[in-house]
């Protein structure tokens, strides 16, 4: 599915949001919650949209992600 520029920043408000809370957590469960608020559709669009924002995220490992300032 095709995001606008809006959903896509609200997208990652919402992974921030959750981050900050949990400090790092697996693709699999940010995806599950942002599946069940509506806001994507699979996981493998939560992927793309923590890969495309390299300057927030990291995954210090293989499927696991936290804020790049969180380290």
Do not use: C
């Given at each position: ?21 949990k ?10 919650v ?38």
């Amino acid at each position: 599915m095709k995001y606008s520029e809006e959903q896509i920043n609200e997208i990652v408000e919402k992974i921030v949001e959750l981050l900050k809370e949990k400090e790092e957590m697996r693709t699999g469960k940010i995806a599950k919650v942002l599946i069940h608020q509506g806001l994507v559709q699979t996981s493998h669009e939560v992927e793309k949209t923590l890969k495309y924002k390299k300057d927030l995220f990291i995954s210090p490992k293989i499927g696991v992600w936290r804020l790049i300032d969180a380290q």
